[in-house]
């Protein structure tokens, strides 16, 4: 069954992504259309290739998150300088991560001058110079505003820049208006059409939002380990209670997705040493509504209804709905059970992990007083070690994945003298 369609799992990504900073997922909007009507002009790609290339697009500073945290809201600066490190690590995270890795590279050379590209036999050599042409006239044009001057880049054509490319920028500008469709924010309606057109396997969508989940990790790495931990520990309850494989499924997207909105919950709350005051406390149960409002539109209402509750409690003290007991589905109590185990075994700002005594204890404490399914408590401490045995595996292998980006970047990085 398809909980979520090809189309939202991008447009999922392009929201999740401007959570953790709008000034670049903005920015690769725009970069996205206008190379999109540039390739559309040229009629070279069928639909579903240019709904690939415009998510590659959007995606093209997705390195920046990483190698750029404290420059990301000064678009000219980071752009402007030491470009290759975002560059080299946006490819890696497409390569290793995404369904796409054939398109990686025009990530990796969206910076390069043209006159070191045009003679690569990279397939999408021209998508990447194209990018860098659409890249340098959105930053400019929003740095410059009534100063700019869209010819101010002939002098480039044929050196830095693509003449070609240049040539078919000016005459699709002269011919749909882009740069003042931007102003209006009315090529947003064309750029979701094109969209439609994105199709994906669900093994791609399931790789999509493991890429997702290592996003997290931009905002806060140990967000993705928590991550991984849940989904482990929710497989695992799952395959005890034999659970049919699309009852699993479910929840496989639920635990992924469960707690996209503490993206938009401020570090300094996430991070405080200290008891949150009332009114923080009540920022961060936000998280909740956030996930919602991102979440109703692109998933199927079997998933949102699991992600949405890992917070409801059986004695109705939970939250946002304060449900009861009887109101809780067993899907629905499976992820509350795998979010508190989740996170007591993981190290806080205030605190250390819990030990299995502490968690079994604790567990114990909040089933006796029906605030957790008795059922699926008691299977969880039974195999207690046979399940977290299973998490420090998968553990040990997303830190493997993140190893390998970080070794790969410095060796890619050497070859460029970064």
Do not use: W
Not at 216 to 235: K, P, Q
């Amino acid at each position: 069954m398809e909980y979520i369609k090809s189309k939202d799992i991008f447009l999922l990504m392009r929201d999740i992504m401007k959570l953790i900073n709008p000034t670049l997922m903005e920015h690769g909007s725009r970069v996205a259309y206008i190379v999109y009507k540039m390739l559309q002009e040229e009629n070279r790609y069928e639909e579903f290739e240019l709904a690939d290339i415009v998510m590659v697009a959007t995606m093209h500073d997705i390195g920046a998150y990483k190698t750029e945290k404290t420059r990301m809201n000064d678009m000219l600066q980071y752009e402007t300088r030491d470009n290759m490190a975002h560059s080299i690590y946006g490819y890696l995270f497409f390569k290793y991560l995404s369904p796409l890795p054939d398109l990686s590279k025009v990530i990796m050379y969206h910076h390069r001058d043209y006159e070191k590209l045009k003679d690569s036999d990279y397939e999408y050599k021209d998508v990447a110079a194209y990018v860098n042409i659409a890249e340098k006239i959105d930053i400019y044009a929003n740095t410059m505003g009534t100063r700019f001057d869209v010819n101010m880049f002939r002098k480039q054509a044929g050196t830095k820049l693509s003449e070609t490319g240049l040539e078919r920028f000016y005459q699709c500008n002269d011919k749909y208006n882009l740069l003042e469709k931007i102003k209006g924010e009315e090529y947003k309606q064309e750029l979701d059409e094109i969209v439609e057109y994105m199709i994906f396997s669900n093994e791609d969508k399931k790789r999509f939002l493991e890429m997702l989940m290592y996003c997290y990790g931009f905002a806060r790495e140990s967000m993705v380990l928590d991550t991984v931990t849940a989904v482990c520990i929710c497989e695992e309850i799952c395959q005890m209670m034999f659970l049919p494989e699309q009852e699993r499924e479910i929840l496989y997207y639920a635990t992924l997705i469960h707690d996209i909105g503490m993206l938009a919950i401020p570090q300094e709350i996430i991070r405080a040493l200290r008891r949150l005051k009332k009114e923080e406390i009540k920022i961060v149960r936000s998280h909740i509504e956030i996930a919602r409002k991102h979440l109703e539109t692109r998933m199927k209402d079997e998933v949102l209804d699991i992600a949405l509750a890992h917070h409801e409690r059986g004695d109705g003290s939970g939250y946002p709905n304060r449900l009861k007991e009887g109101q809780i589905s067993l899907h629905q109590g499976i992820l509350q059970v795998v979010d508190v185990v989740s996170a007591l075994v993981s190290k806080r700002s205030y605190r250390e992990a819990m030990s299995k005594q502490q968690v079994i204890g604790l567990l114990n404490e909040e089933a006796s007083k029906k605030q957790l399914k008795q059922q699926i408590v008691s299977m969880f401490v039974n195999s207690y070690d046979e399940i977290m045995e299973h998490v420090k595996t998968e553990t040990a292998r997303t830190l493997k994945m993140y190893q390998t980006l970080n070794l790969q970047y410095q060796q890619v990085s050497k070859k460029y003298k970064i």
